[in-house]
């Protein structure tokens, strides 16, 4: 799933006036997931372990600490889960500048408290169920879906080899 199509389906959900990281975004997240295929799901997923993964860096982590979430994997995860799923923009801002949300931490720290996020993580494979009846296993679905995505970055890098090598004078 491209970011763009990953970012409209968040900010669908904000749409709905629910807070971020609440039982209403989780419905609202699933309602809408509902209406993409298989494959979509999956890259719904894919793309929220990448942008969490993006959202690896030293002011976010001590921002985390002094929210006491880090005390776990899950617990930081579920705080990067909260930074994303209230929107693009935010989430930028979090990525990008330092001080956001240190300023946030200062000024409206239970605003940032909300920045806690479990069900994210869960609302692909929610909806996943909810299309194919539980026939279907997610765990598979997704491993599957991960490596189409190595066998195709593989594909990228030998072709960029080739160009390379084509190129050299010998």
């Known amino acids: 799933m491209s970011e763009q199509d990953f970012w409209h389906i968040v900010e669908t959900s904000l749409e ?16 809408i997931l509902e209406t993409k295929s298989i494959d979509e799901l999956v890259g ?11 959202l690896f ?27 994303i799923a209230s929107g693009k923009a935010f989430y930028y801002n979090a990525k990008d500048d330092t001080e956001f ?17 479990e069900g994210f993580s869960l ?3 929610a909806a996943f169920h909810e299309l194919t009846d539980y026939k279907e296993s997610w765990d598979r679905a997704l491993l599957k879906a991960k490596r189409e995505m190595e066998i195709k970055q ?17």
Do not use: W
């Open 57 to 83: 860096s030293k002011h976010i982590h001590l921002v985390a600490e002094q929210l006491d979430y880090t005390t776990h994997p899950d617990v930081l995860n579920r705080f990067k889960n909260g930074i």
């Open 101 to 117: 949300l240190n300023s946030l931490l200062k000024n409206n720290v239970e605003a940032l408290r909300n920045c806690y996020y």
């Open 154 to 170: 593989m594909k990228v890098e030998r072709d960029k080899n080739r160009d390379i090598d084509n190129f050299l004078p010998f």
């Open 44 to 54: 719904f997923q894919l793309r929220l372990l990448e942008l969490r993964s993006e």
């Open 123 to 125: 609302v692909a494979p």
């Open 16 to 31: 709905k006036n629910v807070t971020v990281g609440s039982i209403e975004q989780d419905e609202a997240l699933i309602r």
